[in-house]
């Protein structure tokens, strides 16, 4: 098959692109990326020379662009990772995410009914569902959680959700749409909290939490979310939502700490500061749904994975020393000099 990977240059899509390569070698991988601040190219190095994969640079809200990307490649699947998916840089400029998330959804989608392609995955974010109160563990977001947003990033991509349904519904377009609870792991940009966390304590900087680190997060190692995704483009149901949760939640201190430990550096290096603007509480996941259906369940361990994690990055320096330089350390100053 011919599967197209937008935003395959970011995070979870770059490694969606090197889980497809090894396990389905016989496929095609074609990626599309705008390489914005978050598209890296070097995350892609290992597979520019793979015969059975193509980069293509390009931004899904540009028709013309995405028009000449199916015509020339003719898909059979389209995954979409392609989105702006940070939550203060959606708080600094939110009509962004609306032109990427949102309108760069419709694009896609349109061209794959002119093209007519088999399936179309939304990979979207549990926080589409709000938060959940601290005080209540036994509560889980299901598929069937109502939508209530929080930020300007979380709407734009419960936005996008509900308009591939609506395109499920009126005009056949065969769909599925994936929301995954915080992800962590390789090729992860330093902006995020846990490779922030471990760029700044290799340096003996400051590590910035918010609030008093109370807010609680489901930890997904990012080769088990990629291995779902997989599963619900070959297996899935069309027109469903499949929920895909670590059973890992921690509080965002409690995360800190462990990266500290692992990388034997003291915890006075722990600096609050004032909390994002409707910062939600904590995000859990019910996976039930995938499991019954697809039989998947997440197999890395936290502690395993931050382990793995924090291993990577040791050993891939240059990946990350290279993003932190220039533009990122504006942008870091910006969010945190101040608080």
């Given amino acids: 098959m011919n599967i197209i990977v937008t935003g395959g240059a970011g995070f979870i899509g770059g490694n969606f692109v090197h889980f497809e390569l090894k396990q389905h070698p016989e496929d095609h991988i074609i990626c599309y990326d705008a390489l914005t601040y978050a ?9 520019m020379d793979n015969p059975h994969f193509t980069f293509v640079k390009g931004n899904i809200a540009d028709r013309k662009q995405v028009d000449s990307l199916f015509r020339d490649h003719h898909p059979d699947i389209v995954v979409n990772f392609a989105a702006e998916s940070h939550v203060d840089r959606s708080i600094l400029d939110p009509g962004l995410f609306l032109q990427t998330n949102v309108l760069g959804t419709g694009v896609l989608m349109d061209a794959c009914r002119k093209y007519s392609i088999k ?32 930020s300007p990033y979380s709407a734009s991509k419960a936005s996008a959700d509900l308009l591939v349904l609506a395109y499920y519904r009126t005009f056949g377009l065969p769909v599925s749409i994936s929301r995954c609870s915080n992800n962590y792991g390789p090729y992860h940009f330093p902006e995020k909290l846990i490779p922030l966390i471990i760029t700044q304590a290799l340096a003996d900087r400051p ?4 609030g008093k680190g109370e807010n609680v997060r489901d930890w997904l190692y990012v080769v088990d979310h990629c291995r779902a995704i997989d599963q619900i483009i070959r297996k899935g149901r069309e027109g469903e939502v499949y929920n895909i949760g670590g059973h890992n ?7 800190v700490k462990t990266v500290l430990k692992e990388l034997g550096k003291p915890e006075s290096l722990i600096r609050f500061v004032a909390d994002r603007p409707g910062h939600d509480r904590r995000y859990a996941i019910d ?9 998947w369940l997440p197999e890395t361990k936290f502690d395993d994975g ?5 291993q990577w990055y040791l050993n891939n320096k240059p990946w990350w020393q290279h993003i932190i330089s220039g533009e990122y350390q504006n942008y870091y100053r910006e969010m945190y000099s101040n608080r």
């Fill in 306 to 310: 931050i382990h793995q994690t924090v």
């Fill in 287 to 295: 996976p039930t749904k995938i499991h019954r259906e697809l039989g």
């Fill in 207 to 210: 590590l910035p939490v918010y």
């Fill in 119 to 150: 399936r179309y995955h939304q990979v979207s974010t549990d926080e589409v569902y709000g938060d959940l109160p601290l005080d209540r563990a036994d509560l889980f977001f299901t598929e069937m959680t109502p939508l209530h947003t929080s």
């Fill in 249 to 255: 939640e921690r509080t965002n201190l409690q995360v």
């Fill in 39 to 47: 598209g890296n190219m070097e995350t892609l190095a290992d597979v």
